[in-house]
């Protein structure tokens, strides 16, 4: 069997049935995503994640990544990787034509994407971080940057990257250091940033850095912060590349996973660099970036938990280990109850995660495509909300995830050989970067929660109660189990509002509780969605017998995932009394 295979069917299914895709390709400009156009890209996407960047995964692990001589030098297959990436066009399928894009809805390159991460987590980011650099170009930059950037970085020909974190300034970049003085039409930057994802390598002609820093007259805090592009080589008008820039790769990190991932701290020292956007305006431009960033890393929570589960059902059908109740011979591990608890848990955090990512990633493109503006609002805010429970939710569960990929492995888990291990080092990254999951529960809570009182979590919860409401009958139980959690929800959301009022303490305090609670129930609701559209299916006469098999992972979750809401609702009550709220003179003694 290959190391991976795309999960193509429920990729489909959550596509059209969950994120709206059928309906998308309705709308002006998407037309030529048509169901078959949608069925041959994720078709090819999938041998080439399979036969092309998967089998590149371990050896990354393995090799790691050097700098010799002032250049990073990453695993020699990935170039090969990057070059058929690049000539497949497989970075420009939804951007702009006007710069070589294909235009096709950002909801199509999110299962692409997907099977990037699943193959090959490393890799995958190089490819993630240039797709959000011309997100960021395309919607801040004047017409003159990028007439001049973007065709290459939409190519592939020229990557991107996102350098935002310095040693002082990480959860809190108002603090950013790293200085920006005006020089005739550009500016010279100087500055260190670290840990700086593949700030550089040699599978692209040139790097497009994405850098903060703050001008001379700069007032302090965020409001302070400029952005600016800082070329690896300058590009002369013709287009062709001119002197090498003094942006450099200082040193390389050692980390935990992504070995195969160049982690570096770049020295900027007195760079030529180009002004995005105003002045002092930076973070916000950034956001746009590191929106689209953390739903791909959210994103990446499902690909490696999906990799770890396929990895796991290999080994449970190979493992002979003991006779399983009522027989007499030993036989493969898959027979074993708690194995199979273990296998349906991956499997249905995977599927409710994936589930969650597509829509909140379609919401953006109808966002796009709307007809009014309240339209455009209410989905530009159902993306707003849902983003940090993609990225916090299913970066937490892809620690339960890889760890019982591991556990599935007993002691052959544990050991580096079966690549089990890798999953679950690669995986522990993704709840700490693009703002760790502590900074995403307090956006939830803060920014997409008590900022709008409520509301675009209410327009969620009504649309979860519509679709209970409107279930098959042969789904009744799940549903009733998931109209508890949403009624929770609701109450939750309530709390969290009044508690907000009396003490201000007290929604940073139930933050992570809320993220938490949030994400099983929007799980919950996506696996119905899910079993419903399969029902459906399978009521037209489909007999695929994956249908039926979504049906079970919804009663499965249902039942042994989902009561989990109702331990974070809980929390809520402690709130304001719990030691997280608590002045920090009262609670040192409880370090005692
Ligand atoms: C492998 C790797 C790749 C990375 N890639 C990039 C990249 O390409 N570009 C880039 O710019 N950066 C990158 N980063 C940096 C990453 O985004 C930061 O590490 C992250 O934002 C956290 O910052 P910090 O490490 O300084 O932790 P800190 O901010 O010091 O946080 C430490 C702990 O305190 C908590 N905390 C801090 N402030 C608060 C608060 N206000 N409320 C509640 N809790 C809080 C955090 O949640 C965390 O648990 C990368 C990091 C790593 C390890």
Known sequence: MAEYNAPLKDMKLTLNHVARMTELSQKPGFEDASADMVDAILEEAARVARDVVAPTNREGDEQGVQLKDGQVVCP?????????YAEGGWGSLQFDPEYGGQGLPFLLSIPVMEMWHSANMSWGLCPMLSQGAVECLDLNGSDELKAKFLPQLVSGEWCGTMNLTESNAGSDLSVVRAKAEPEG???RISGEKIFITWGDHEMAENIIHLVLARLPDAPPGVRGISLFLV???????????????????????????????????????????????????????????????????????????????????EYA??????????????????????VRRMLMTMKTLTEAGRGIAYDACGSLDFALKADNDEAKSAEQARAALLTPIVKGWCTEVAQEVTSLGVQIHGGMGFVEETGAAQHYRDARILPIYEGTNGIQALDLVGRKTLM???????????????????????????????????????????????????????????????MMLSGYVCGGWELLRQASAAVRLAAEGDDDPYLQAKQE????????????????????????QSIMALPEEQFSSAWQ
């Not at 020699?76 to 058929?84: G, M, P, T």
């Not at 040193?251 to 070995?259: A, C, D, F, P, T």
């Not at 907000?500 to 305090?509: C, R, T």
């Open 76 to 84: 020699e297959s990935f170039k090969h990787v990057y070059q058929q």
């Open 452 to 514: 709008d009182k409520g509301a675009a979590l209410s327009a969620l919860v009504e649309e979860m109660k519509a679709d209970i409401a409107s279930v098959d009958p042969s789904l009744t139980a799940q549903a009733k189990a998931l109209e508890e959690a949403v009624i929770g929800l609701d109450k939750a959301r309530e709390q969290l509002l009044q508690g907000a009022e009396a003490d201000q303490v007290m929604p940073g305090a139930v933050a992570y509780s809320f």
């Open 553 to 576: 992972s919804a009663r499965f979750y249902m039942a042994q995932v989902l009561p989990r809401w109702k331990a974070f609702a809980e929390t809520l009550n402690d709130g304001s």
């Open 185 to 187: 039409d550009h500016y």
């Open 317 to 338: 059908f190979d493992r002979i280990q003991g006779p399983a109740v009522g027989k007499k011979e030993a036989g493969p591990i898959i027979r074993h109850a708690d």
């Open 231 to 313: 070329p690896k080589y300058l590009v002369n008008d013709d287009g062709s590349l001119g002197e090498r820039n003094s942006a450099n790769a200082l040193s390389l990190e050692h980390k935990l996973g992504i070995h195969a991932s160049p982690t570096c701290v770049m020295g900027f020292d007195n760079a030529v660099g180009y002004l995005v956007g105003e002045p002092n305006r930076g973070l916000a431009c950034m956001f746009t970036m590191m929106n689209n960033a953390r739903l791909s890393v959210g994103l990446q929570g499902v690909s490696i938990s999906e990799r770890a589960y396929q990895q796991a059902l």
